[in-house]
Structures are given as C-alpha cells and as structure tokens.
C-alpha cells in the first residue's frame, strides 16, 4: 500500500500521489514519478527505504512476504485478464467477420442477378441503363491499361507484401517487446479490424458496386446458403473470388493499421521508411490490380489513420488521468475512452507498474518468491525500464526481454532437480527413561 512521509496516512493513487509537487503537462509526462532516489554509498539503502524529500511514496518498511505475495497475486490477476480480453477481442472479431460475409453475400447475390442470371429479374428501361453492372471508370485503372494495354497483374504480389509487412511488424510487436506489451498491441490491432470490418460490411450492405476485373466467378447460386457463406469467407483469404467485396478496401485498412503499429512506436527512421514504402506499394499493387478501385483505397487509408489516432487518444486519455489521480468525468466521451481502456486494462497496468517498479528498486535476489518477481519484472517491462506513458501508448523500443525469458527457463529446466531430504531411519529408542519420581518411604523394622 501506498502511505504518506509526512503523516503515514494511506493514500490510493498510483503514479501521482507518488509525489506532492505540482507539475505542468510538459514536465510531469516526461518523467511522471520519481521512483528512485539519486543517492550513492551507504546513504542508497536507508534513504531509499524513507521517504523521498517528502514525497509520497511506498514505506518499504512494510514490505514483507504478504505484500510481495499480495504484488504477485495482483499481477497474476492482470495477466490472466490481458488472456480474457485478448479471447473476447478474437471473439468480437470473428462476430464482425462472419457479419461482413453475410453482407458480402447479400450484395453478391444481387450483383450475380443482373449479370449471370439465366433468367433476369424483369426491370424497367430506367433500371436497364442503371443497373447494368459495368466496372466503373478509375483513372488509375484505365491509365495503366493505356500504358500495357491488358497486362493482369496478379493480387498474389500484394498478398506477398502484406506478408512481408506482417513479419515486420509482428516481429517488433511481439519478439522485441515485453509479453504485456505485445499482448496489448494484438488486443488493440483486433479491436481496430473489427472497427474496420463492421463498417466495410454496412458500407456493402448498402450499395453494391460493380467489380473491376475482367473475369469474376461468384459462389453457385444453387449451392446451399453455408457453401455460399463459405465461397465469401475463402475470398478473404483470396482463394476464391468475390464480385461486390470493394468499399473501404480491407488489404488497405490492415495494412495502414500495421505501418501505424510500427511507425508511430519505433525510433529507427530506416525501418519506418521501408515499412512506409511496402505499403505504398501495396496501395499501387491493390488498384492495378483490379482487385479494388482508387476510392477503396482511399477509404480504407482515411479510416484506418482516424481510427489509430482516435483510439490513442481515448487510451491516453484514461492513462493520463489516472497517472495523475483525476477522476474521469460522466460524459458519453469518458465512458468510451473507459471502455476501450479497459480492453486493454490501462489503469490497472499502470497501480500494478508502481508496486513492481519500487519492488525491484529496493530488493534484492533474496527477496521472497524471487524467481516469480524476476518473471513478471520481464513480463511487464521492469527489467527494460519502459516509461509510464508506454503503458497506456505503448512500447515504442527494441526490447530482448523474451529472449531472456527464454533463456532463463531453458537454464532452469537444465538445472539438476535438488535430491529429497532423507528422512532419518527409525532405529531403537535411544531416549533416556525419565526419572522414578515416585514418592518413596523409608520403613523400619
């Protein structure tokens, strides 16, 4: 628990009532809480144990086995809830993307109709010259076929690039970045496709734009209502194709969304550029390659740019209040930047970063359950040193903090398992008989 220097009072709020003096927006989010004291020699131990010129902070007098106990058991509870949140995001997830087939569907069906229909629904001369179904005119498109006429260029090299962007990506995500970090970035990147995807499939729903290949085959109009369904889904994957499947390009989005991921969170301008430069070439790939029109593209830039931003902004919004200690207010804003937060559990992170931050401060190796503080200071960046706003932004570093994870269980499994304790064998009674107290009386004859 968190007590005051001055009075011993209990205070309860992490990072800012960690220390009492008033600071402005540019200084405090620099370096929001004074975790340790500069001091050198014998003076480190005591004074760190104290208060801190009168700040607020942890009495490390009171740290024994129940509080260590107490931190790990907090920070079982936030790993287990980031494994929850991360299973009802992939959960939301593939509810949107089963919604989004059914929207695809729908507007396939329509367009298959009016083009390969035996029969075609009867219409009128007005509705003969509107829904006739032709690719619309792109100049992108049309410019490139007065350059090679013809030449298809197949949607497998921007499938090539998305992969090369994904390694990219994920490796920084998820190898060069603490285990909560990672996870945190996975939930976020989840929860924008949704976002994504639950628009794209209103947008569909609502019109139904003519492809702008040359050839393409819609799922078997007699094949049952799930083999439709599952002709959609494969064209997710671009096994199979689907006709109507353009507005807000998808490829776009997911591809936009990782080129943020990375750029806005590393500090390497070589790799941001290369990153920057595949995906606009995975723009290029997807309009001269028919798959999508230029405005698809467009859409899916635009929406996937607004999203990342405006999820930042609800995240820090949460996180700066309660590094802080400000209360949210009751608008409907606060309670969507609440909801998002919790999604990624910011401000329990950022209690549970304070108490693991003055544990590893102010112990050492001999402390009580060391091996399990040594994995969740690796886990939730301790070890790396990670700034408070990382919590709530994210990690915008190069970590090994997996690897050494890694390590560290690989070392311990080839440690020799410690031999039992024999128990002594059980011989003769050897103790000595107590002594005849009995009371004893002398006769005499």
């Not at 006709?243 to 997911?254: E, P, Q, R, V, Y």
């Not at 550029?273 to 309009?287: F, G, K, P, W």
């Not at 009674?429 to 107290?437: I, K, N, V």
Request: charged share 20%; hydrophobic share 40%; with cysteine.
């Amino acid at each position: 628990m968190y007590v005051s220097g001055d009075s011993g009072s209990v205070v309860g709020s992490p990072l800012s009532r960690c220390t009492s003096q008033k600071e402005d927006d540019s200084v405090a989010w620099a370096s929001p809480l004074p975790l340790a004291p500069e001091s050198s020699g014998s003076e480190s131990v005591n004074s760190s144990r104290s208060n801190y010129r009168n700040d607020k902070c942890l009495d490390l007098e009171s740290v024994d086995e129940a509080y260590v106990e107490s931190v790990i058991k907090e920070c079982q509870s936030v790993v287990r809830g980031m494994m929850w949140r991360l299973f009802y995001a992939v959960c939301i997830f593939f509810v949107v993307l089963i919604f989004q087939a059914i929207c695809v569907w729908n507007s396939d069906r329509v367009y298959t109709k009016y083009t390969t229909s035996i029969d075609p629904p009867p219409l009128y001369e007005w509705q003969k010259r509107s829904f006739n179904m032709s690719p619309l005119y792109d100049h992108l498109q049309v410019a490139f076929m007065s350059w090679y006429g013809n030449t298809q260029v197949s949607i497998r090299c921007a499938d090539v690039l998305i992969a090369v962007l994904c390694i990219l990506v994920c490796g920084k995500v998820l190898f060069s970045a603490p285990l909560m970090f990672g996870c945190q970035m996975v939930i976020r990147y989840v929860l924008l496709m949704s976002q994504v995807y639950l628009l794209r499939g209103v947008f569909i729903a609502a019109t139904v734009v003519p492809t702008p290949a040359q050839e393409c085959k819609v799922f078997d109009q007699n094949a049952n209502f799930l083999a439709q369904i599952a002709h959609v889904v494969q064209g997710y994957f671009s096994i199979t194709d689907t006709c109507t499947d353009l507005i807000i390009s998808g490829h776009t989005a997911g591809s936009t969304l990782f080129m943020e991921m990375f750029v806005m969170h590393n500090n390497m301008w070589h790799l941001n550029t290369a990153v920057v430069i595949i995906v606009m070439l995975i723009y290029v790939m997807l309009i001269v390659a028919r798959a999508h029109y230029t405005i698809d593209v467009m859409f899916g830039v635009l929406l996937a740019l607004h999203l990342y931003v405006h999820h930042l902004r609800i995240v820090s919004r949460v996180g700066r209040s309660t590094c802080k200690g400000i209360k949210l207010g009751n608008s409907f804003f606060s309670a969507i930047c609440r909801a998002f937060s919790r999604f990624e559990m910011v401000e329990e992170r950022i209690q549970l970063y304070v108490r693991l931050r003055h544990l590893k401060e102010t112990t050492d190796d001999q402390v009580w359950h060391a091996n399990k503080l040594a994995f969740y200071y690796n886990i939730f960046g301790i070890e790396d040193n990670v700034e408070p706003t990382c919590i709530y932004k994210g990690f915008d570093g190069w970590s090994k903090a997996n690897f050494r994870l890694i390590g560290r269980a690989f070392a311990r499994s080839k440690e020799p398992t410690p031999a039992p304790v024999p128990k002594p064998a059980e011989g003769p009674d050897t103790r000595r008989a107590p002594p005849d107290d009995t009371p004893t009386t002398n006769n005499t004859y």
